[in-house]
């Protein structure tokens, strides 16, 4: 006798909390499945930006958003790709442009003709065969919603990431969703399974199946270690991100620009009201106030008011959904915001629970499968990510070198794998980069000039 799922326990926070809730909502609302979103405080700030790819508007779709809304909300610009430069020192820029490669005839792809082309003598780059690269270099979007013959190019989005949470927040809501604020004050385990969730003001709360939208916190699926966390650090060294803001760029480019440099990559990403400006870099190569004070050079955009500094480390969870807790986004999967891959993961972990919601609350026999996808897909997308490193052309660094076939680089799908904690998101800081100073904050009360919060966050101020 199978008993169903009745009730989904959603705790997290900021975007991956209301995707998760508004999805599991819209899937099985209908059908009598109860979902109750904990919401846990947020960790933006205005400075931080979503970079995604075009599968997220299919989800917007299924949720009901409208393109329109969606980037007067956001402040958001639509792009169709990203523009990669000085990976290659001298070599000109490229554009990985959102279409998808169709075939000319039979079984033979364009790429292979390309290819002969080539070694026969074509000199034209493979992209500009892209209408989605070549639609990014003259700044336009292709929209096929009323086209009868749609074109193979797609958009994704910059989005403002407080306006996109507060909005999918509004969409939840409506939906159905049941939500309230809170912290969890523990977890009550029987087994591998969790039994109740006890909140700050006591409220316990039990459910069939519980998911963890927490970010690296991983409130419920508790701290990842060396038996169920995979790092990636091998074939992903950076371990720093920096997010801060610039003018807005008039027009705005249709494509993110992505420039590598001696210890990592900056990029930027246009919104309607400002420029993001996104680092990510290897600490041990480049400190922190380095980072800071070179930021506007290597940009090439003034900055403006507070950067973030937030530490990080490549990997995944071997086990997303442990028992019946499923951890769904940066608890389970951590990436470089390489290749706008931000809301990926959340977007392709949702997915695979809508079509594996479990059958039988008490046996759960989906989790395996879940796990075996979820896992392989969030390889796929390190192996992806790791190409642009080992592929790089920077041979006279020695962070790049490092990273190439000559400096040690393993290739993804050999050598060992290191397992490590993902350490948690930061909260904020302040401080002045003229001295290197750095303001810890913890909670809401400064605790000393010269320290770092526990978490390793900092927050600098042009002045």
């Known amino acids: 006798m199978t008993r169903k799922a009745e009730r989904v326990v959603v705790v997290g926070r900021d ?35 979503y970079a995604a790819v075009p599968s997220l508007g299919a989800l917007h779709k299924l949720l009901g958003i409208e393109e329109s809304v969606l980037l007067a909300a956001c402040a958001g610009v639509p792009m169709v790709g990203q523009r990669f430069s000085n990976w290659a020192k001298s070599s000109p820029p490229f554009l ?116 963890d939208a927490s970010g690296t916190e991983a409130v419920l699926a508790g701290p990842a270690n060396s038996d169920n966390f995979e790092s990636w650090r091998q074939w992903l060294p950076c371990d720093s991100t920096l997010a801060a803001s610039a003018q807005p760029l008039r027009p705005a480019p249709a494509f993110s620009q992505i420039s590598a440099f001696r210890a990592g990559w900056v990029g930027l990403y246009p919104l309607q009201d400002r420029t993001a400006v996104i ?33 990080f480390e490549a990997g995944a969870r071997l086990r997303p959904w442990s028992g019946n807790c499923v ?15 931000q809301l990926h993961s959340v977007h392709v972990g949702v997915t695979q629970l809508v079509a594996l919601f479990p059958v039988d609350a008490d046996r759960l026999i989906e989790a395996d499968t879940y796990n075996e996808v979820v896992l392989q897909h969030a390889r796929n997308v390190r192996d992806f990510q790791a190409a642009h490193y080992r592929l790089n052309r920077r041979f006279d660094e020695p962070f790049w070198v490092a990273c190439s076939p000559a400096g040690g680089f ?54």
């Open 410 to 463: 393993r290739c993804c799908s050999k050598g060992n794998r290191s397992r490590s904690r993902i350490g948690p998101r930061s909260c904020s800081a302040m401080g002045s980069p003229r001295r290197a100073t750095i303001r810890a904050w913890t909670g809401c009360r400064r605790r000393s000039i010269s320290r770092r919060c526990s978490s390793g966050c900092a927050r600098w101020r042009w002045r």
């Open 96 to 211: 990985h442009g959102y279409d998808v490669e169709r075939t000319p005839g039979g079984d033979v792809t364009f790429f292979q003709y390309w290819v002969k082309a080539r070694l026969e003598g074509l000199k034209v780059g493979f992209e500009e065969f892209s209408l989605a690269a070549v639609a990014a270099k003259q700044g336009r979007v292709p929209f096929t919603e009323d086209d009868p013959n749609p074109s193979a190019a797609s958009h994704g989005y910059h989005l403002h990431a407080r306006g996109y949470a507060a909005l999918l927040k509004q969409l939840a809501g409506r939906a159905g969703v049941r939500h309230r604020r809170g912290r969890v004050a523990g977890v009550e385990r029987d087994g591998e399974r969790i039994a109740r969730v006890t909140l700050d003001d006591g409220e316990a709360l039990e459910a069939d199946l519980f998911v």
């Open 15 to 49: 975007a991956a909390l209301w995707i998760v809730a508004a999805s599991l909502q819209s899937a099985f609302g209908r059908s009598g499945v109860r979902v109750d979103a904990i919401e846990l405080p947020s960790l933006l700030q205005e400075v931080d930006v």
């Open 327 to 341: 951890a769904i986004g940066d608890s389970a999967i951590s990436l470089e915001p390489l290749d706008a891959v």
């Open 279 to 311: 680092a990510t870099w290897d600490s041990k190569s480049f400190g922190a106030a380095q980072m800071v004070e070179s930021l506007p050079v290597l940009s090439g955009l003034a900055i403006a008011g507070d950067a973030v500094v937030t530490p």
